[in-house]
């Protein structure tokens, strides 16, 4: 009953910026989590960067610095910034989220479809 919908993927050259959004909708009581999550070729999925209650944030050592996440609660969206992107941040980008239904107040994690991120000169 909930949908995350991800868009602001693309090709862009070492140095370069992009911002990612995810959008969710549906029956939405309260989202207590949202984040991203990559997986390039041949590796396994890795925790990007997540906000939690409260405006905490956590990333991963290799985007430190360069990458931000920030929410908007009123449009329950996330984005992720991504600054002075490299070769090796190509993957495809998912979004993530904790989401307490509207009708039961049950947490469920829900998935973005993913979005093709590549930085190529």
């Known amino acids: 009953q909930v949908q995350l919908a991800e868009s602001g993927g693309g090709l862009v050259q070492p140095g370069g910026s992009l911002r990612l959004s995810c959008a969710a909708s549906g029956s939405i009581f309260r989202i207590d989590a949202m984040g991203w999550y990559r997986q390039a070729p041949d590796k396994q999925r890795e925790l990007v960067a997540v906000?939690?209650?409260?405006?905490?944030?956590n990333y991963v050592d290799s985007v430190k610095g360069r990458f931000t996440i920030s929410r908007d609660n009123a449009k329950d969206t996330v984005y992720l910034e991504m600054n002075s992107l490299k070769p090796e941040d190509t993957a495809v980008y998912y979004c993530?989220?904790?989401?307490?239904?509207?009708?039961?107040?049950?947490?469920?994690?829900?998935w973005g479809q993913g979005t093709q991120v590549t930085v190529s000169s």
């Open positions: 993530n989220a904790v989401v307490r239904s509207g009708w039961g107040h049950a947490a469920y994690t829900y």
């Open positions: 906000m939690l209650s409260r405006g905490s944030t």
